[in-house]
């Protein structure tokens, strides 16, 4: 494993910087040029001091009583999130979630490329979504390999999540999206990002619960 | 608004439920009928302080030594997570990630049922998605009053969530699983958990990313 000396930003700044993008792509669009942390706090339901730390997370330098430059702010974060440059990544598992995302529009802003997808229903290999081709998983290696992805999208049911993770792993995959309501284990370098739907439902229900009997 | 007062437990802690009953259900199916904290910590990569503190929040009482009956932590955790009965949802906006969500077959392990879904779309409008009907978005509060229902999915895109949102609340909608990269503003008392993709893609990216220059 190469030494890797990741520095820890703080998940929850991490996690609000797309809400950010969004809001000034907005403003852009509508041809403003500045911007204030205060409007951006109060156009998203934030904290100034929230919005000048997760800024100064991305290395902005603030300009009191000026505000920043939209284009400025863009292309810092989107540097700060590797989004300037195109992700190439592979898909594992063609269901109903699988096609979902191989479908969604939203990753072209975020740079993410899904070059193809891979299954091992016969009814669903070499089939094409949106152009993409869906392979043997047999190829995956072999073709993470020829394609340089390092970025692979898991969206197998849970039972097979696992050897599906150990296969990418074994094929020089450096990141996982993981999408199967399992714990991972990787090896120490190797980047799992979860995406539980069932912890989602579990907080919203509990809430939803815990509200209706007080 | 009535008055509420929700008690505040950890978020991470609930997010880890499902983890656990996934796991519970499997050891269950398996015959197994004890288990210990420390056997289901090494299972899923957690410490084992972790794992008591996240049962002890549902309730549940140690015996040291002894484990926990599989079917008690099972049930504990259903009824504190409001999985123990069917928890009716519309879903509005059927695209690509709509459309998954409505096959999801996940769902039913918690008792999630999506009775009908909502889109403004006259191509969708009168179709069916796994015998659940579409209708258009302007019935919307005339059914949720009708069925009583009370937890709503947002699947719309971006530009169109506030208003939904706002439509959700006049039709008495209480909890919100919002999946539009938005924040939603809502009246107090409403719950909205939200699932942001762009979010963790950018934590995936931003780890990455910062890992490859090093």
Redesign the interface.
Known sequence: MS?????A?P?PS??????YL?FLRKLRDEKVEVVSSTRIAEE??LTGIQVRKDLAMTGIVGRPKIGHTINELVSHIEC????NQT?RAFLVGVG??G??LL??K??QQ?N?DILASFDTSPQKIGKEILGRPIYPLSRFEEKAKELNV??AILTVP?QFAQETADLMVKAGI??I?NFA???L?VPE?I?V????????????????????T?
Request: positive net charge; hydrophobic residues 40%; contains cysteine.
């Open positions: 030494e890797t000396k990741e520095r930003y998940v991490i996690r609000r910087l797309p809400l969004s998203l339901g700060f999130l590797g989004w992700r109903h979630l096609t979902a479908g969604y939203g990753f975020e993410l390092q970025c849970a450096q990141g999206w309501p399992v714990q284990f370098g980047i990002e979860n995406v539980s739907l069932s912890s989602s439902l579990a907080v919203l229900s509990q809430r939803m619960n815990s509200q209706k007080v």
